[in-house]
């Protein structure tokens, strides 16, 4: 399909984009930095092998240091878990908004209000 006859330029550019069901929008940015994953990872590494050295050396029976092992351990998972299930459904919320977008994108290109009914 062609642009409308009536759009000129930038808009017919568009237009066009839209008609073969392309969307004009960018894919949203990370709001999250390079340094900050960095720095998220180093930080969850050191406070990990801390927590992993103090059982290890802690002046205690063997089973209550395999108990607090296990105990890190599964905060740990769970902490996995959680971030997991946040970012996922956080992912389902701006396909469907982008969804969405691509409707309303295509509704508008195949507008004419010059046309006669």
Known sequence: MTARPYLHGRAATRAAARL???TTNPPPASPTTA??????ILSFAVALCA???????LPAD???RA???LGVLYVTT??????K???DRQEITTVVT???QARVDKLLAEHDPYAIR
């Open 98 to 100: 982008r969804v969405d």
């Open 20 to 22: 073969r069901g392309m």
């Open 35 to 40: 340094a900050f994953h960095v720095q998220a």
């Open 85 to 87: 299930t946040i970012r």
């Open 78 to 83: 769970s902490a996995f878990t959680l971030a």
């Open 67 to 69: 108990f607090l092992a």
């Open 51 to 57: 927590v992993t050295v103090a059982v290890i050396y």
């Open 62 to 64: 063997p089973w209550v």
